[in-house]
C-alpha cells in the first residue's frame, strides 16, 4: 500500500476476509474522491466517491462510512466480474 493512503473504513465481506478502504487524497488534494480497497495487502479494487474534476469548493463533502463500505463492496464485485 502507498504511504499517501489512509485506511478510512473496513469491512468483512461475504467470504469472510477483511477489507480495508484507503482514501487516496489523503496527502493529494487532486485525488479527493479517490479510493481504493485492500485485501490481505493486495489491491482488489478502486473507484471514486465523485467526479474529481471539479474544483474543490463544488466539489460535495466526502461520503460516510456506511456510502463508503456500499461503494467498495460494489466496486470489488465488479472487479470480480472483470477477472
Known amino acids: 500500500m502507498s504511504?499517501?493512503?489512509?485506511?478510512?473504513a473496513e469491512y468483512v465481506g461475504e467470504d469472510g476476509r477483511t477489507y480495508q478502504i484507503d482514501h487516496l487524497g489523503i496527502c493529494q488534494p487532486r485525488q479527493r474522491g479517490e479510493y481504493a480497497v485492500y485485501c490481505e495487502d493486495r489491491q482488489v479494487a478502486d473507484f471514486l466517491a465523485f467526479g474529481t474534476l471539479l474544483k474543490p469548493e463544488f466539489q460535495p463533502p466526502l461520503p460516510g462510512t456506511p456510502e463508503?463500505?456500499?461503494?467498495?463492496?460494489?466496486?470489488?464485485?465488479?472487479?470480480?466480474?472483470?477477472?
Open 3 to 8: 504511504d499517501n493512503t489512509e485506511t478510512v
Open 68 to 83: 463508503l463500505i456500499e461503494m467498495a463492496k460494489r466496486a470489488v464485485a465488479e472487479a470480480l466480474s472483470d477477472a
